[in-house]
Structures are given as structure tokens and as C-alpha cells.
């Protein structure tokens, strides 16, 4: 008798685990795999443009007495900004939006320290410069790939958690939908151009 339950305990399990695998939790593992790892992907991308604004600001202060105000604001930003760590497996608006919050203290920082360099023509002629400032906007375009590609990634997952049977038992398996990376509030206006 006690080994006819162990048995029917034994084959429920079984039953359960290929329950699962056949509607979709593999499939939700691996989404929530591919999401994390595009999450990595997005932090790389922020994180080249960490490493970039040193040598930045190291070419500017050697060729101009730039204003000094707007180097430690890049520098103070960048600080801040590799400060935000997020869980990629708690990735909520919230979060999403404190890491985008000190990303854009350094997009804001590197403007207008790229928007004086006008002023200083050794700075528009050196070559260490103008490559820097390529390699900044490549990765600022990277930044939007990498952005745009965590949403995708997100949408497929979060497609996968909320269809039709995994919905059912996904939050109780812990996958719960995820937050997207959204424009800033106000992005939708046209900026305003002042001379």
C-alpha cells in the first residue's frame, strides 16, 4: 500500500514535470533567459560609454582651459550613473527608470560639454578629440540598438507569460511580465531651438 502511494507520487511528479515542459516552461525560461541577457547587453553598451568619458575629458583638459564646471559635471554624472546596478531577474519600471534616470544625467553632461567645445578651435582641429567624439556618438547609437532590442526581447517574453495556458500558472512559477525601456516624459515634444 505505502509503495502504491510512493508509485502514484513518483508518476504525478513525472506527469507534472512533462505537464510543464509540454506548455511552455521551457519556453519561459528561455525567454527569461534571452531578457536578462539582453539586459547585459544594454548595461556593455552604457558601460563603454563609461569607460569612453576619462579619455574624454583627459583630451579636453590637455588642450583647452575649459570650463571646469562642466567637466566635473561629466564626471560627477558618470560617477553616479556606474553607481546603479540592477538585477536583471527584478527588472521592473522602477528600476528601469532609476538606471535610465542616472544614464541621462550623463547623456545631459556629455551635451553640453560636446556643445562648448565650439569655443575652443585647438579642441575642433585635434584628432585624439574628434575620434573620441565619434566613438561616443557610435555608442550613443549602440545604446538605442541595444535598448531597442531589450524591448523586443521583452515583448516576446512577456507574450510568452501572459498567452494562453502558461498564463495560468507562470506567476505562481515566479515569471512575472517585465518592464519596458520607455521614452522620457516629455520626449514626444519637439525640442525647442533657441540662437
Avoid: H
Avoid at 525560461?29 to 541577457?37: N, R, S
Avoid at 544625467?105 to 551635451?111: D, E, P, Q, T, W
Amino acid at each position: 500500500m505505502i509503495q502504491m502511494k510512493i508509485l502514484f507520487r513518483n508518476l504525478m511528479f513525472v506527469g507534472v514535470l512533462l505537464f510543464m515542459s509540454s506548455c511552455g516552461y521551457n519556453g519561459m525560461v528561455e525567454l527569461d533567459e534571452k531578457v536578462q541577457g539582453q539586459w547585459a547587453d544594454v548595461e556593455a553598451a552604457y558601460q563603454r560609454r563609461a569607460d569612453l568619458i576619462p579619455n574624454l575629458v583627459k583630451t579636453v583638459k590637455g588642450l583647452a582651459d575649459f570650463e571646469k564646471s562642466t567637466l566635473e559635471a561629466v564626471v560627477n554624472a558618470r560617477a553616479s550613473a556606474t553607481k546603479v546596478e540592477i538585477d536583471p531577474s527584478n527588472l521592473t519600471a522602477d528600476n528601469i527608470k532609476q538606471f535610465e534616470a542616472a544614464q541621462g544625467k550623463v547623456s545631459g553632461a556629455l551635451s553640453r560639454l560636446l556643445l562648448t567645445f565650439e569655443r575652443y578651435p585647438e579642441l575642433k582641429a585635434d584628432r585624439g578629440f574628434l575620434e573620441l567624439q565619434a566613438q561616443l556618438e557610435g555608442t550613443e547609437n549602440r545604446i538605442s540598438v541595444e535598448r531597442q532590442k531589450f524591448n523586443e526581447t521583452v515583448e516576446g517574453y512577456n507574450s510568452m507569460v501572459r498567452s494562453f495556458p502558461q498564463m495560468a500558472y507562470a506567476g505562481l512559477l515566479g515569471f512575472d511580465k517585465k518592464a519596458y525601456f520607455e521614452s522620457k516624459e516629455g520626449a514626444d515634444e519637439a525640442p525647442s531651438v533657441e540662437f
